[in-house]
């Protein structure tokens, strides 16, 4: 007699069904696997299962056992449940028993317990549920990884600023002479001031905010402009 090939095809719900003694003959949408022999030895409650003519398949790294045999070396109760076309599992106890019995179902090729799935999605939903990402959004002057950064509204735009994007703080750094007060200390250019809220900007009453001149520009104090509502952050 041909030994056992190494390579054997199965066909998932035929071989459930035969393991289990079902007796229906039509199938929907049978799909086809190749197995290979599983060589290790697989021992339930201290037997070592043996049956040449089931034999343990090894698929994709996961190991399958005829559901019968399991159930047979386990003394686990199994039955097809054709109205709810479904594999019952149950101890040996009564069948009246109703907390001794698991519902397993077949959901995208894979066998898992109804009781399970319907857990696991509980988990999911009630995880969902409770779990809110907060982003909290940065306004105003912020410190980030060393440097301060300004982050204000120009409508519903948000715009990030820091001393770097005002020409004159680039150009005064660049010839290497005195830099004027910037972001980092604080303040904000009349120039770099216009260039996100417009030159009408200049037209509110800003008398109470404090200033101070480089260069014959006019620099404010940020936080008075933003107390002013010159300046939104929000």
Known sequence: ?????????????????????????????????????????????????KDVQNPILNYNGKTYIPLSKIGDLTGVNYKWNAEKKQVEIGSTSSPSNSGDTLTYIINDGKLTTLEGSLAEEQAIKEFTENTKTVIEEKAGLVEEDGTTVLYIKNNSRSVRLVSEDDVNYVTAKIKKQPLPPGISEGWISEDLLKSVYGPNVLDQDLSS?????????TYYKIDDLINLGVIKIK
């Not at 289990?20 to 022999?37: C, D, H, N, P, R």
């Not at 905010?209 to 520009?217: D, G, L, R």
Request: hydrophobic share 50%; net charge positive.
């Open 1 to 49: 007699m041909e030994t056992l090939k190494k390579a054997l095809y199965l066909i998932v719900g035929v071989i459930i069904g035969a393991s289990i003694g079902i007796g229906t003959t039509s199938y929907a949408a049978v799909k086809q696997f190749i197995l290979t022999e599983f060589n290790s030895p697989v021992v339930v409650n201290g037997v070592v299962y």
């Open 209 to 217: 905010a404090s200033t101070q001149k480089f260069n014959e520009i």
